[in-house]
Nanobody, 115 residues
Framework: QVQFVESGGGLVQSGGSLRLSCKAS????????MGWYRQAPGKSRDLVAS???????NYADSVKGRFTISRDNAKEMVYLQMNALIPEDTASYLC?????????WGKGALVTVSS
């Protein structure tokens, strides 16, 4: 079945960097757009970065210029390089298909940014 396994979260100081990884399985990865979503406590889950099958990327305004999404089709992996982190980036980060997520979610990678 469809599965997403996120890793790479942690505690980082404001201005620091983290790289998240996501292993996808159970579907034809190469023909699907992929994305990173995040959900902060008490808030909705939002798409922050996406990448098409052809490698075109799109970012939410709040992370543009700081986050970079990439993919490795051979490994069925999606990555999110996060630089210049700020406390407002604190959230659980999850990967899924994009722009339309499927109703299977991993456990997420918790990112905590201290000021």
């Amino acid at each position: 079945q469809v599965q997403f396994v996120e890793s790479g979260g942690g505690l980082v100081q404001s201005g620091g960097s983290l790289r998240l990884s996501c292993k996808a399985s159970g579907f034809d990865f190469r023909i699907n757009g992929m994305g990173w979503y995040r959900q902060a406590p008490g808030k909705s889950r939002d798409l922050v970065a996406s990448i098409t099958t052809g490698g075109s990327t799109n970012y939410a305004d709040s992370v543009k210029g700081r986050f970079t999404i990439s993919r490795d089709n051979a490994k069925e992996m999606v990555y999110l390089q996060m630089n210049a982190l700020i406390p407002e980036d604190t959230a659980s980060y999850l990967c899924n298909k994009a722009p339309y997520a499927v109703n299977f979610w991993g456990k997420g990678a918790l990112v905590t940014v201290s000021s």
